[in-house]
């Protein structure tokens, strides 16, 4: 044998030995073989990619949640911020081509067009168990986070001055000291003046007779905003008597020092979004989408809304509630029917637009 042959097989020889000691060693800091399969299973089987999340809620909250998102699972995500109504639009243009992974915040009815227009997913998550049915979809295409009822906000200077009580009923908004005084969203872009249009027609009892209400309430009206929580500040600031909006987010700008700011809610009853979660349908990122609502329904993310100024409440039974969160049992509910105000939703927008803003 040449001397080059020689040498080749004793580096075989030696390599094959070092390889045999590695395998069967059972000390040092290398691990054995089973811990480094794991090792590098894990590290194969850890989602890759980024999430882009649509979110419907005020924007401190989901910068905040997207934050401890990412810091909860490691998992990288960014957010977009819009009204509900704006993100149905956006994701229904984006449908051959969708350009995020999950629509988290804004009333259900909205989610509920969305689903039977085939722009959402199923999901059925483990946490979704614990969450009562009326907050969710029963095929999972989507789940409740939070509740949150419709209230009036009113200028405690402005009242002052016509001389009169803060709104309770409403029919007090048709009051002639209120012309020109109310604000409130658009119901083609707000969520949330979808479900206070809608709480409308319930509590008068019919179609015809809440689209009678409406073209009264029409004149009174200043401003119809595209954003739902938008005419809380108008109000708080005086560019407004009153506004029409969930009452969490008027708490939330008294909390932020609106000391102006009268909350009432109608006592002749008052409907609710139940804010939600889904996944839209063709995402990229299945399984981080699914991660995100999993957490998104755990008590700690449902809970990181009352740190940072959100006080609606709350949809997992484990979660605790913030303090300032209206207590439900004490107002008057509609009988708000999610199913049937998603799969009228556009019907009856398109009738507002033509019969009461025109």
């Known amino acids: 044998m040449s001397k080059k042959r020689w040498m ?42 980024k999430l882009t999340v ?41 449908k051959d081509n969708p350009q995020a992974d999950v629509w988290y915040g804004g009333p259900a009815d909205t989610f509920v067009q969305a689903a039977n227009e085939g722009l959402l997913q199923p999901y059925q998550s483990p946490v979704a168990e ?27 200077e402005f009242l002052a001055k016509k001389g009169v009580e803060a709104p309770r009923r409403w029919e007090d908004l048709l009051n002639p000291a209120f012309k020109g005084e109310i604000v409130m969203a658009d119901p083609a872009s707000s969520g949330t003046a979808y479900t206070a249009m809608y709480s409308v027609l319930k509590v008068m009892g019919s179609e015809e007779g809440g689209f009678g209400y409406l073209k009264k309430l029409h ?8 954003s739902g929580s938008a005419p ?6 005086g560019e407004a008597g009153v506004g029409i909006l969930f009452a969490h987010d008027i708490i939330k700008y008294q909390e932020e020092g609106f000391d102006s700011l009268v909350l009432t809610v109608p006592e002749d009853g008052t409907g609710y979004e139940t804010g939600s979660i889904g996944i839209i349908k063709n995402t990229k990122n299945e399984e981080l989408a699914q991660k995100f ?25 484990d979660a605790v509630g913030p303090e300032q969160a209206l207590n439900l049992s004490d107002i008057r509910m509609v ?12 019907r009856l927008i398109d009738k507002w637009s033509a019969e009461v803003k025109k």
Request: aromatic content about 8%; proline content about 3%.
């Open 219 to 226: 004149p009174q009206v200043q401003q119809y905003t595209t």
């Open 54 to 94: 649509y979110v419907g809620f005020q924007e401190d909250h989901a910068v905040a949640a997207i934050k401890k998102f990412t810091e909860d699972t490691g998992i990288e995500a960014s957010m977009i911020r819009m009204s509900a109504g704006e993100i149905l639009a956006k994701i229904r243009a984006e």
């Open 8 to 49: 080749s097989s004793v580096a075989v020889l030696a390599v094959a030995a070092l390889l045999f000691t590695g395998c069967g060693s059972s000390g040092g800091n290398s691990g054995t073989a089973g811990d480094k399969a794991g090792q590098n299973a894990g590290a194969a089987d850890k989602p890759q990619g």
């Open 232 to 237: 809380g500040r108008m109000v708080g600031m």
């Open 130 to 156: 614990k969450i009562d049915a009326k907050y969710k979809d029963p095929d999972g295409y989507w789940t409740g986070v939070y509740v949150g009822a419709v209230g009036f906000a009113s200028n405690k």
């Open 335 to 346: 009988d708000y029917d999610v199913v049937e105000a998603g799969k009228e939703r556009q």
């Open 293 to 317: 609502v999993d957490w998104a329904l755990s008590p700690a993310a449902q809970e990181l809304g009352k740190t940072v100024g959100s006080f609606q409440n709350l949809t997992n039974p």
